[in-house]
């Protein structure tokens, strides 16, 4: 069977008509009409004046640069994420301080957002910004956020690298902050192949970034320069890509939330296996179909579970690793980081490609569940020699073997086994036979008869 990836880039609109354009009217560098065209279709979708630019990471910088962030200031930012997220704080001489994630959404914490800003005030310490990451497709609590930074008089910028196509209360996610950061690398939503898009709440601080986007030459004919600028425009040509890519933004999404519902479904009669928690002040893509497991009660790790996927040559991810806990960041001040640490020792991404097959998706499935151990209550098996075991594996008095004695027909857990089974087989034997698959479909209607008898 081919590779199985993590995330892969879903072409099929009007991409190649649009790249076709770019190079028949010679504009393939960082200025043209399709860039101008994907900025202006991307504010209208987002309500706000935009800049394309060479990556996600580069619109956070130029964000946090809009914000005034600079050499000793600090920037309270989600322990949860990305180094991308991170690493732009540095790149001007400020300082991060993390903030751990609520349980209930797995996005920062809007009530130790507020322990952390007043304490930090209290120490003389007032943070210049604080960067809200909305992880894997799911917005953040930001009516909660926004009040607390509005006490405090701290901007906020929204990195929004994952969570294009993301709704919160009503609002697309990138509209709510000082401004805001979204990526199009290749394994996002959409894709532009590499790049990103700075949004803001104001037109001359997308214009001030556009200047330093093409290294902040002063106006005139001679090359002048009287500040820092960087190489951080986009091309043309990927601008092209990313106008056809941003008229699937809908379907993409349906698509990768079937993705991450039908793993949900397969796995609701396995217990310690759950899907990324759907908040419900918003739509969550589910960019990523991102899972926790309880290895207790699902009987192997998340670890294992990474080892079996592996072995059937499938691409499955852990969780992102806490800043607090990366070597690059690690003496940083925190506030939390409990939640963070279960979410990464826990908690792992599916294939979750709007392009992935029922097939492919089959085999995460049935390799996820073929590492389950799920922990039973075991029958009280007496023993006739009196050596006082219980709990053994094997049948109880008066069984004939072919159940599970901790699954005795009277509880009904059997009969809904059985019926699980025979939908399964009704699903896959079809479909089996009508990829040519012989061994599949005879597979499937031998377990079946083994269960059944």
């Known amino acids: 069977m081919p590779h199985v990836y993590l995330s892969v880039p879903h072409l099929g609109g009007n991409e190649e008509r649009y790249v076709r354009e770019a190079f028949a009217s010679n504009w393939i560098s960082t200025v043209g009409p399709q860039l101008s065209l994907f900025e202006r279709e991307f504010s209208a979708r987002i309500g706000r004046p935009a800049l394309a630019v060479s990556s996600g990471t580069a619109a956070v910088h130029l964000g946090l640069r809009l914000l005034g962030v600079g050499p000793g200031d600090e920037v309270l930012v989600s322990d949860f994420t990305f180094v991308a997220s991170v690493n732009p704080i540095r790149y001007l001489g400020a300082s ?107 037109q001359d601080w997308v214009e001030k970034a556009r200047v330093w986007s093409t290294q902040a030459r002063d106006p005139g004919v001679a090359y002048h320069h009287t500040e820092m600028g960087f190489n951080y425009r986009l091309s043309n040509v990927l601008a092209a890509i990313g106008r056809g890519q941003l008229e699937v933004l809908e379907e993409r999404v349906r698509q990768r939330r079937a993705v991450a519902f039908r793993y949900r479904d397969a796995f609701a009669d396995l217990p310690g296996i759950s899907l990324m928690p759907q908040a419900p002040y918003g739509l969550h893509t589910n960019w990523l179909s991102c899972f926790t497991v309880d290895a207790e009660v699902f009987g192997a790790s998340r670890d294992d579970v990474l080892r079996a996927l592996s072995a059937r040559d499938v691409e499955a991810r852990p969780l992102w690793k806490p800043m607090h806990l990366q070597p690059l960041h690690g003496g940083c001040p925190r506030y939390g980081g409990a939640i963070a640490e279960d979410l990464f020792e826990r908690g792992l991404c ?104």
């Open 96 to 202: 991060p301080v993390f903030v751990d994630s609520e349980a209930r959404t797995w996005m920062m914490d809007p009530a130790l957002l507020a322990e952390a800003l007043r304490d930090r005030a209290r120490r003389g310490r007032k943070p210049k910004a604080v960067v809200v990451v909305h992880l894997y497709g799911q917005s953040a609590d930001m009516d909660a956020i926004l009040e607390v930074c509005r006490e405090h008089d701290v901007a906020v910028m929204e990195d929004a690298a994952e969570a294009l196509g993301a709704i919160y209360r009503g609002s697309p996610v990138g509209s709510l902050g000082d401004v805001a950061a979204f990526s199009f690398n290749g394994n996002k939503i959409i894709t532009t192949s590499g790049g990103g898009m700075l949004v803001a709440q104001r």
């Open 350 to 453: 599916l294939p979750s490609s709007s392009s992935l097959s029922p097939f492919e998706q089959d085999v995460v499935i049935d390799t996820v569940r073929s590492v389950a151990r799920p922990r039973r209550k075991r029958a009280v098996i007496p023993d006739d020699a009196g050596s006082g075991l219980r709990g053994l594996d094997r049948p109880a008095h008066g069984s004939t073997g072919s159940r599970p004695a901790e699954l005795p027909a009277r509880d009904g857990m059997w009969t809904a086994l059985t019926r699980l089974v025979r939908r399964l087989v009704r699903e896959r034997v079809p479909a089996a036979r009508r990829r040519g698959d012989r061994l599949a479909a005879a597979t499937a209607l031998h377990v079946s008869n083994r269960v059944q008898s």
